[in-house]
């Protein structure tokens, strides 16, 4: 992927391609697109979303909360959980979005945010807390 993005700057893609579509000008170096903080330097372009991340930390209101270092406990088998405690799917559904639009810079959560989508339809709690391990590594 690093080397399409140098190719991307080396050619000029970023302005041409949305010049034709949309009412811009370059005035200086990308440095954010799309939600998605670009930095350029000659050892590559490298790409982020600390704001992003930053900003659906405060929406779910777990800016507080210390950071872990591990995605998902090794202890954790998530299932169907029939006898857990329900919660809000509109919450839950909200969570595993944001989680999946950040995947784009943070490759390493996918899998344990597309093993926690699979519950969307009735979420438990024990879900929920899976979901916000994960938030809480970001």
């Not at 991307?8 to 893609?13: A, D, I, Q």
């Not at 999946?100 to 879900?127: G, N, W």
Request: hydrophobic share 35%; proline share 1%.
């Amino acid at each position: 992927m690093q080397e399409e993005l140098d190719q991307f700057t080396r050619n000029h893609v970023w302005s041409l391609e949305m010049q034709g579509e949309f009412e811009m000008s370059m005035m200086e170096e990308l440095k954010y697109f799309l939600g998605l903080q670009i930095k350029q330097s000659e050892e590559g372009t490298f790409v982020n979303q600390e704001r992003y991340t930053h900003d659906m930390l405060k929406k779910f209101d777990m800016l507080k909360l210390k950071s872990i270092f591990t995605l998902m406990s090794t202890s954790t088998k998530l299932d169907i959980d029939e006898k857990g405690k329900d919660v809000d799917q509109k919450l839950y559904r909200g969570m595993i979005g944001s989680l999946l639009y950040l995947t784009a810079s943070r490759p390493d959560i996918q899998f344990c945010v597309c093993l926690c989508a699979r519950f969307q339809s009735q979420p438990k709690e024990s879900h929920l807390t899976a979901v916000k391990r994960i938030l809480d590594t970001s």
